[in-house]
């Protein structure tokens, strides 16, 4: 049963930079490609970038000169470098699995809040 807790959300100015945190349980977690997702106010949830087991990564084309995932497979852990951050980056932060149809998963998180505002 996956679990992740998100973190490292905040409030940054445009231009500005943050990181965000994803710990994850268990070896669904481990063995499984991760995704960083957001939902902005009003909007449905997107993907945003993943990364596989071997480090492979792909990006939405809005972020993809802009944020970089990393993760750390001995920690359970993904990260999410957000740099250039704009207002349109203002979502909830969420990650989860990022195998087969993501938009049917039924867990999620609590995310994490990233406002971009000057």
């Known amino acids: 049963q996956l679990h992740v807790v998100e973190s490292g959300g905040g409030v940054a100015l445009p231009g500005g930079s943050l990181r965000l945190s994803c710990v994850g349980s268990g070896s669904i977690f481990t063995y499984n490609a991760i995704g960083w997702y957001r939902q902005a106010p009003g909007q449905q949830r997107e993907w945003v970038a993943s990364?596989?087991?071997?480090?492979?990564?792909a990006y939405e084309d809005s972020v993809k000169d802009r944020f970089r995932i990393t993760r750390d497979n001995a920690k359970n852990q993904v990260y999410l470098q957000m740099n250039n951050l704009q207002p349109e980056d203002t979502a909830v932060y969420y990650c989860?699995?990022?195998?087969?149809?993501?938009?049917?998963?039924?867990?999620w998180g609590q995310g994490t809040q990233v406002t971009v505002s000057s």
């Open positions: 989860n699995l990022a195998q087969g149809d993501w938009s049917s998963y039924t867990y």
């Open positions: 990364i596989n087991v071997g480090g492979n990564t």
